[in-house]
């Protein structure tokens, strides 16, 4: 299942401040549809209701590679390993997004990638063995 949020995005070209939905989280095995999304970068299109501006936000969101045991959380902004490993630290808190992760947590490989073309490469992997 798809986790979304609401959140407060301010448009580029006429600066108007709306309220969007975004993806914070997304299960490979139920989404499929928003692999290619994932896959260019465009997960989290948001478009303004005033200029109708289409912008792509950086967000960050977590990926639940089901049936693999793996999820990874992923952020474009992460930039240094001591950025990373904090969010490692705080793996606990992410996981406890969903309590079936909670449940499998202890087999469950967690990753952080910031790095878009390390990403793909998951997904595509993960499509040719599961779709
Ligand atoms: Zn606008």
Do not use: W
């Not at 902004?77 to 808190?93: F, G, T």
């Not at 202890?106 to 993960?126: G, W």
């Amino acid at each position: 299942m798809t986790g979304t949020s609401t959140t407060e995005v301010t448009c580029v070209k006429c600066k108007r401040v709306y309220e969007t939905e975004v993806i914070d989280h997304i299960d490979l095995s139920e989404d499929r549809e928003l692999i290619r999304k994932i896959k260019s970068g465009k997960a989290n299109r948001v478009q303004c209701p005033k200029c109708k501006k289409v912008m792509y936000l950086d967000r960050s969101f977590v990926i639940n590679f089901e049936p693999q045991n793996l999820i990874v959380l992923f952020d474009p902004h992460l930039k240094n390993k001591a950025d990373i490993d904090n969010i490692m630290r705080s793996y606990e808190s992410i996981i406890s997004f969903n309590e079936i992760f909670v449940e499998v947590g202890a087999e469950t490989e967690f990753k952080v990638i910031s790095d878009l073309k390390k990403l793909k490469s998951l997904i595509t992997n993960y499509a040719k063995l599961y779709m």
